[in-house]
């Protein structure tokens, strides 16, 4: 995400006001104990997380610790948990008991919270939060940690799994200024689905293609319309269900979904999960082994407010992990991860989209794949866009000034640019986008997207994310050059992205270095490990407990890595490495462990060190 270490209905069958009228036939899932060991129902099993029906079935120290009085808000809704906040001695506790099915692989607890104190300290910790699952301290918070407003929180809990235990927050206050400490939204979301037989790592529903019509409102913020996706069971386990990652969720909440699915054919729709963020449709007949089946659902997108990967800045719109997509399944289990503002959580197989977006003429919208414009109803234009072997599909919105070029190797590039950003920026991202597109081709392979678009405005509060064929980006030629490089490192080569999030963010970081003439000479000066835990290779679960460490460690001294693995190997050695791996992964997913062994096959140097040395597992 970030660029540098520090991130069959057509369109008009919904009016614009039809978005509040899409609905999902259920409510989230509730808590709900584990009865099947062997496989998993993905369910969220914390009840009332978000403090919205009364104090059941938590268990406080008083009564008014499940409030809505003021002094404070929520993050979603109108209740929240405020722990402490006194001003004198005092001690507040909150807690309840959660069950985590033995059949689920994945287990992630996240929660909300907002500290504000009249502690002037910056040095010593006086009041105190300590998160804890069972007997184990997830987290211990304190007035040091004070923050303007709600800050995730993240943890994997995967090791209680088949376990009941209590999930529990405790709050102390020393004898004097207050330190309030506000929980809201808990979730323990749980995954894993049914595990294909041992030796069956296939990877499904395989193929998907997509289609979608939409049509948005006057300032294209509001879409609404229709979406199928045709899909193919690849694995030798029948297929009984699938999973559509409603990703922009994340960014509402489940009484406010900015994305909204209803009426849904070719399965049925069951209970959303993962924070709203994972929608099971229940097919009619399991899928045997190469057999297909369409589903297909209205759909409504809200972009919420914001300069974000999802959201608007004043006029200008991105959308970006907005369209329903299937979820994998593969050796590990159905991956259903939650969404993490840190980096990404995108897992997705190379699909084939076909998107109509029907928008005012006054609105340009740069989307992901090859496109054309239409004329279309009164004042209105409707753009058709086609890409092929791509992971997501994303578009913009806005009165964008767009200036084209093409790249020496012939691709075409389009600079999409919001108000307030030079002529001179704009004509620099131009030259520094045709540059970047070459010199990766060159290197790892032919760029297979047609044309290329980025969308530049200065407000990113994450500095550049990547989409197939789109990226945004900050002015910035180091940040350009990097969101081109996930091109082939996420786009093409694809992977895990929460679950090995390096083999995206530091395979590109050492990419921009090659393009930019950047040898890594310097890269290990100041590396200090914070523990025997961190790895290069570690989730995303454990970078969202340990968010400061993210960048340094995953795209600094990932890349780092590579650039040794270059010094072992040799310049063209590993040259051909890299080009040799990218070719044999095109359109595919990378492991840790597949490219450890094609680095092992490329020298005669054991590598067995050099991996225990660089804290790369797997």
Not at 165 to 172: E, H, I, N, Q, R
Not at 492 to 518: H, Q
Request: hydrophobic share 35%.
């Amino acid at each position: 995400m970030r660029s540098t270490p520090h991130k069959a209905l057509g369109a008009g069958a919904l009016t614009v006001a039809a978005v509040a009228a899409l609905v999902l036939p259920s409510t989230p899932a509730a808590a709900r104990p584990a009865t099947a060991p062997a496989a998993c129902t993905p369910a969220q099993v914390v009840t009332n997380g978000g403090f919205e029906s009364g104090t059941s079935p938590w268990t406080a120290s008083s009564s008014t610790v499940i409030t809505s009085r003021s002094g404070q808000t929520a993050h979603g809704g109108g209740s929240y948990a405020w722990l402490d906040g006194v001003g004198g001695t005092h001690t507040d506790s909150l807690g309840q008991s959660v069950t985590i099915p033995a059949g689920c692989s994945t287990a992630t607890l996240t929660f909300w919270l907002h500290i504000d104190t009249a502690e002037r300290t910056t040095s010593v910790a006086y009041d105190k939060l300590t998160a804890k699952i069972g007997s184990t301290t997830l987290a211990a918070y304190s007035n040091l940690d004070k923050n303007t407003g709600y800050v995730q929180k993240s943890f994997d809990v995967s090791s209680f799994a088949g376990q009941t235990v209590d999930l529990s927050f405790t709050g102390t206050e020393d004898s004097s200024l207050q330190t309030s400490f506000v929980l809201d939204d808990v979730a323990l979301d749980t995954s894993g689905g049914t595990t294909p037989p041992p030796g069956d790592s296939t990877r499904t529903p395989a193929a998907p293609a997509y289609t979608v019509n939409l049509s948005s409102d006057t300032s294209g913020t509001v879409w609404t319309g229709h979406e199928s996706v045709t899909f193919t069971n690849a694995s030798a386990t029948g297929l009984g269900e699938v999973y559509l990652r409603l990703w922009g969720n994340y960014h509402g909440t489940c009484g406010a979904m900015p994305i909204k699915v209803g009426n849904v054919t070719g399965g049925t729709a069951g209970d959303l999960s993962v924070a709203c963020t994972a929608l099971k449709v229940t097919l009619p007949a399991p899928l045997a082994q190469g057999q297909s089946a369409t589903i297909g659902f209205d759909l409504g997108i809200t972009v919420p407010s914001g300069a974000d990967r999802f959201g608007h800045d004043g006029a200008f719109s991105f959308i970006g992990n907005a369209l329903p997509v299937l979820a994998v399944r593969d050796g590990a289990g159905g991956h259903l991860d939650p969404y993490t503002n840190n980096g990404e959580s995108f897992y997705s197989l190379a699909a084939d989209f076909k998107v109509t977006l029907d928008h005012p003429s006054t609105l340009l919208v740069p989307a992901t794949g090859t496109s054309t414009d239409t004329p279309g109803s009164s004042g209105r234009t409707v753009t058709a866009a086609t890409a092929s072997k791509v992971r997501d599909f994303a578009w913009g919105a806005g009165p964008f000034t767009r200036i084209s070029g093409t790249s020496p190797g012939g691709v075409p590039v389009n600079i999409y640019s919001v108000t307030g950003i030079s002529s001179s920026s704009a004509q620099s991202m131009l030259s520094t986008a045709k540059t970047a597109v070459d010199a990766h081709a060159a290197r790892f392979g032919a760029y297979p997207y047609g044309e290329l678009d980025a969308v530049i405005d200065n407000n990113y509060w994450f500095g550049g994310m990547e989409y197939p064929g789109s990226v945004l980006d900050l002015v910035s030629t180091t940040a350009l050059t990097h969101e081109i490089g996930h091109q082939w490192w996420y786009g093409i080569v694809g992977d895990d992205e929460y679950n090995g999030p390096w083999l995206d963010e530091a395979f590109t970081d050492y990419a921009t270095d090659l393009a930019l003439g950047k040898t890594g000479s310097n890269c290990w000066s100041s590396v200090s490990w914070a523990s025997s835990a961190e790895k290069i290779t570690n989730s995303m679960a454990y970078w969202d407990a340990h968010s400061s460490r993210y960048s340094t460690v995953v795209y600094g001294y990932g890349k780092c890595a590579l650039h040794d693995l270059r010094r072992v190997l040799g310049d063209t050695a590993m040259a051909k490495l890299m080009k040799d791996y990218a070719t044999a992964h095109w359109y595919g997913v990378s492991t840790t462990a597949e490219f450890k062994a094609a680095a092992q096959a490329a020298t005669s140097t054991d590598l067995t060190s050099f991996w225990t040395q660089h804290r790369i597992e797997g």
